[in-house]
């Protein structure tokens, strides 16, 4: 057979993205107490405290992880803290499904879009459909400070404003690519293109920047935060994404945007090959978004009226299908790189609870929308009713 | 230019065996959806260059469209011919550039929706071609041995985690000599059981020394070749207007000359090129390449006996010590690499198994220099544990 190999389904897609639910359920349900959304055993909402503005904290857990490296028995020793501290609080969706491409910029597109986009993963394009962002600023005629993403490579330069006609240009996020910063304030200095590497699916690639992301000469505008501060600082972290994560902090800090919007990465150097670096990514991604958690929970304008959503954009390749080659990359389109799982916490949130059904990656922004008050007209997903 | 536009002098650019292969069968490639055609003559075009193995695959398939009828052809390739096209596909020099058509076929079928439509079609044919022309299986049961942790003193997680309920785990292997007597085994076997690229004895570092009738590939001895190719990345990178797609287009057009691999065996040097240009990460980590060398050797050549021996990879620096001075310095991390090898190893076997002869087949992993190992095979009782002393040469003949 000359066109790779692909072993016979045992099962329909279908029911392969079910048993995965399933066994996530169960994973769970073993190792935190949580119990199936129907039996509502631990219906407390956490209530949102008026009259302060709802406010929404997205993560994405890039750049995808599989079961077996994270949920299962085997790979739950890698998320300690999801595990422990965020599930348990959480309401989680055992089974969001990716109908889309599974790149991770335009994945990322259409999750903030609510539409599947079609745009190509490695050009600097932004999405063609409006994202939340807009919605959000737009409907509730918010200013650009109060949106917000925070990405991980240059790629994403483009995500927080679509080419639609009747929203994009100056209604958008503002977008902070915290590598770039830094390439900007160590230039002149040492070579750090090795550490400034873009993109993991294409490694020695970089597109070019065009968009409405802060340059450096804003950091201190916006940000409170010299130069020689953000270096020093950048010298203490070991990765990007807590680069990101230190730069989302300082951004809640100083700007509290009602919509953040922040885009983990770290684990992508899974297409590297190096399984070692692939599980190294996900626990630190894990406490990652612990450490978000505890900034919410801390900084007065958000704890207690914040809702935070953590899913990743894909998963990736299963170790059966003989076209991919398992951890390294998301290629096959298979039923494990297509389904992944949500969590969400905070105000409004039921916590300790799993919900098997079917949710679909574009319903993320009609359930913001559906929090925080913006109508997303033109996304193909549907509100989570579990959610509202 | 459509399949039914196929004449013989279209292939005048092939190199001389694809050439008289694809016009042999020129009747039967002009009914074939133009959705799947071009999968088959990027296989084709290669013809001169591939292993035996290949060759074989390839000559089945096309005496399997030349044998069936018409009608049945439409029926085996009714999936395909629904994956709707357009222009610009159809415009390409498909018979040419069958790998660039494939590239851009990938994509459209991910923008259009209709990827699980082509993977549908995919199985089906695939099933289809195995039960009518099976696959040969191997004359002697096949023998896969991987070897993992070299400079680890001891592993920080237990070893072998994935493979264990599938073999028996031994715990006092004499370590002794251990490297020198599974190379002997295999060139036992290379000498015994003679095959064109049938032995394959494959180094993350520097091969040690062997038998030369086995087929060596080693990431130290591609030390010039990584160098010169991630210097080429870098201009080409560097060129205004340059993408990734074009990248990927420049590279695949590279020739075993282009980074100093112009003497000796064609076949395998453009094997070991393909390596460095297709697989992602093989250019940097000793244990990616490792891993995607056997993966490949596996997938084309189909070897009765694979060996492969995991070395330690460059340490991944942190950020921050990326951001501090004097950062040049290559170090290794053989921690990390044991857990790179230990799932290489898992990759192995699990691509030995998807080959003709897989119930009869053999795999062995071995904790290098240490008392630690994993034999899997039809006389070794699974998800077992061994406390018997014994050596690797001892271990082989039980499994084999």
Known sequence: ?388 | MLPSDLKPELFKNYPPEAREVVTRHIPALQGLPLSILPSLLREVIDYDFKFPAERKAVDRELANLKAISSDESAVWFAGFAKIKLNSALEDLDWINSPALFVEQLSAYLWTTHQLDAFRVAAVDYAARLEKAAPPVKPVIPRLGIAVIGQGVATPEEPLFRKLRAHGAYFNRIKPENGLRLLLSAVAVRATAHPEPYGHWYIDGGKAAEHDPVLTTVSYGDLEPARTALLRKMREEIDRPGMGPEALRTILAKLRPADLGLGTGDEVLNRFQIRLLTEGSGTQIFSTTFAQWAGRETLRRAQPLTLLVRFAPRQRQKPMNELLSANNDQIEFDPMGSLVDADMGAYYNWLNQQRLPGAEQSSFLVWFEDHGEALAIGPSMPRGTESASTADLAQVLSWMT
Not at chain 1, 74 to 97: A, Y
Request: proline share 5%; aromatic share 10%.
């Open chain 1, 1 to 388: 057979m000359a066109y790779g190999n692909f072993l016979p389904a045992k099962m329909t897609p279908r029911e392969a993205a079910w048993q995965l639910a399933c066994n996530r359920r169960d994973f769970l349900r073993a190792a935190t107490g949580a119990v199936l959304g129907s039996a509502l055993m631990g219906p407390f909402a956490r209530a949102v405290t008026l009259p302060k503005r709802r406010k929404a904290v997205v993560i994405t857990f890039g750049g995808g992880a599989r079961d077996q490296e994270t949920f299962a028995p085997e790979g739950q020793e890698n998320i300690p803290h999801l595990m422990r501290e965020l599930i348990p609080q959480s309401t989680f969706f055992t089974q969001v499904v990716n109908r889309g491409i599974l790149g991770h910029y335009v994945a990322t597109a259409s999750l903030a879009t609510g539409v599947y986009e079609t745009i190509n993963n490695f050009a600097s394009l932004p999405p063609e459909h409006p994202t939340a962002f807009e919605y959000f600023r737009k409907d509730l005629k918010r200013p650009s400070s109060d949106a917000w993403v925070v990405a991980p490579s240059n790629g994403f330069n483009r995500i927080g404003e679509s080419s639609h006609r009747s929203y994009g240009s100056g209604l958008g996020a503002r977008v902070l690519l915290p590598k770039h910063l830094l390439t900007a304030a160590t230039s002149g200095g040492r070579d750090y293109q090795h550490l400034l590497r873009d993109n993991y699916e294409t490694p020695f690639y970089a597109p070019e920047l065009g968009g409405s992301e802060v340059e450096l000469n804003q950091l201190e505008e916006i940000l409170k935060l010299s130069v020689d501060e953000f270096k020093a600082h950048a010298r203490t972290l070991s990765s990007p994404d807590e680069l990101s994560v230190y730069i989302a902090r300082q951004l809640m800090r100083q700007v509290a945007p009602s919509l953040l919007w922040i885009t983990m990465h770290d684990i992508d150097i899974a297409h590297a090959g190096a399984y070692s670096l692939y599980i190294d990514g996900i626990r630190r991604t894990d406490r990652l978004c612990a450490e978000i958690w505890k900034a919410i929970e801390s900084e007065p304008e958000y704890a207690g009226n914040t809702t935070m959503f953590i899913l990743p954009d894909f998963g990736r390749d299963s170790d059966d299908d003989s076209g991919g080659n398992g951890f390294q990359h998301h290629r096959t389109g298979d039923t494990l790189s297509r389904t992944t799982w949500m969590m969400a916490m905070g105000a409004g949130v039921r916590e300790g609870v799993v919900f098997d059904r079917a949710v679909d990656s574009t319903d993320l922004v009609p359930t913001l929308g559906s929090m925080l008050g913006f109508s997303a007209s033109l996304a193909q997903g549907k509100p989570i009713h579990e959610l509202l």
